[in-house]
């Protein structure tokens, strides 16, 4: 993907959507994802895992990725403010329910993979938590950040893995009925935003192959590692709905 700096980006009107470089972010994949069905086009514009991106700071008001900037509006950080946004953009397909109660359910499952304490969060917490510090002074510093950025300490622990196995049982559970249901999706019979967050964070767990994700060898060393817990947890239910979404809804080879 060819990235926009933040200078020349902030100079430019229409959406610009901020993203994780170099490495497959679940959070950048999915918002990534959510503007490729529906078709929006976007500027993308590069953030450095880790780094201070000083600029970014301060024009969105935040180190991380991914933020979606629209003319003059007000950044938007959060994955619920992206997907309304999109949703606002082009409302087709959609990607939330036109009911209440199936907007209920899209955005409940869609919190559990994607919000504050959530999966992604929880699997973050876990894997750096646990991480040695790099020799390398440039890379301990930017572990530092991220494991301050996201309290990532040994007392989050406990409390994610406890978390992250109930989760990955809940999606698991889900997907099961809804295959006895005759859907392929996590809710209902049409594509969601949860499908879509599912499919990019089951990376955290599973990453897509080299030959369609050529990511850093050591991330994905990182997100493959499994406990024993986890082991008797996951269900191959997990990737064949990530491989059934990213065939049918997304694209391939990712592009970061
Ligand atoms: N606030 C975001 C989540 C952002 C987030 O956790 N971003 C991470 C994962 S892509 C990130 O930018 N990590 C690299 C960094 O902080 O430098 C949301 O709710 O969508």
């Not at 901020?18 to 497959?24: A, D, E, F, K, S």
């Not at 646990?130 to 390398?136: A, F, G, I, N, T």
């Not at 850093?216 to 491989?243: G, M, N, W």
Request: charged letters at 20%; one cysteine or more.
């Amino acid at each position: 993907l060819k990235y926009c700096s933040v200078a020349a980006a902030r100079s430019m009107s229409g959406l610009r959507l901020v993203l994780t470089t170099g490495v497959p972010g679940p959070w950048s994949e999915a918002a990534k994802g959510i503007f490729h069905v529906k078709g929006i086009p976007f500027i993308p514009v590069g953030q450095e895992s880790g780094g201070v991106n000083r600029e970014l700071v301060d024009w969105a008001g935040v180190p991380n990725a991914p933020v979606a900037i629209l003319d003059d509006e007000p950044p938007r950080d959060g994955w619920l403010d992206i997907l309304l946004l999109a949703e606002r953009l082009q409302p087709y397909p959609r990607l939330l329910p036109a009911d209440s109660e199936g907007r209920i359910e899209v955005v409940g499952i869609s919190s559990e993979i994607c919000g504050e304490g959530g999966f992604g969060w929880c699997r973050r917490t876990t894997l750096m938590a646990q991480m040695p510090s790099p020799p390398d002074e440039t890379q301990a510093a930017s572990l530092t950040r991220l494991r301050t950025r996201y309290r990532c300490d040994r007392e989050a622990l406990d409390a994610s893995q406890v978390r992250l196995a109930e989760i990955v049982s809940m999606l698991c559970r889900r997907l099961q009925i809804q295959r006895a249901a005759a859907s392929p999706y996590l809710v209902g019979s049409a594509l969601t935003a949860a499908d879509i967050y599912w499919a990019c964070f089951a990376a955290l767990l599973n990453p897509l192959p080299y030959e369609v994700n050529p990511m850093p060898a050591s991330v994905r060393e990182r997100y493959r590692s499994s406990t024993p817990l986890l082991d008797k947890i996951k269900d191959p239910i997990l990737f064949q709905h990530r491989d059934f979404i990213y065939a049918n809804h997304l694209s391939l080879p990712l592009d970061y």
